[in-house]
Nanobody, 126 residues
Framework: QVQLVESGGGLVQAGGSLRLSCAAS??????????MGWFRQAPGKEREFVAAISWSGSTTYDADSVKGRITISRDNAKNTVYLQMNSLKPEDTAVYYCAADLSLTLTTARNEYDYWGQGTQVTVSS
């Protein structure tokens, strides 16, 4: 069974930073062949794409809403993907989820991702 466990969320003031982590585990789950993505869901809104990184880490893609403020990275030796978020805004408040995808190319589509974590809450106060 595959487990994705997010951590690093919390309460931060506007302009602050957070680093989210997502640790992957599971028998027969080879983290290093999966593209990884981060999504977020604010209350009353649909889950939306934030960023994705290829299996090798060589390619990344960020949503326009966070471009220039976030960095996605991964450490395949640690089976972990990270999301560094800077200059946080109140509108970044949401539950942040990581997800794993075996597609050949990076995708922003929720339904392309095979495994999901339980999420971590990020709250940005004004």
């Amino acid at each position: 069974q595959v487990q994705l466990v997010e951590s690093g969320g919390g309460l931060v003031q506007a302009g602050g930073s957070l680093r989210l982590s997502c640790a992957a585990s599971g028998r027969a789950f080879t983290f290093s062949v999966y593209n990884m993505g981060w999504f977020r869901q604010a209350p009353g809104k649909e889950r939306e794409f934030v960023a994705a990184i290829s299996w090798s880490g060589s390619t990344t893609y960020d949503a326009d809403s966070v471009k220039g403020r976030i960095t996605i990275s991964r450490d395949n030796a640690k089976n972990t993907v990270y999301l560094q978020m800077n200059s946080l805004k109140p509108e970044d408040t949401a539950v942040y989820y990581c997800a794993a995808d075996l597609s050949l190319t990076l995708t922003t589509a929720r339904n392309e991702y095979d495994y999901w974590g339980q999420g971590t809450q990020v709250t940005v106060s004004s």
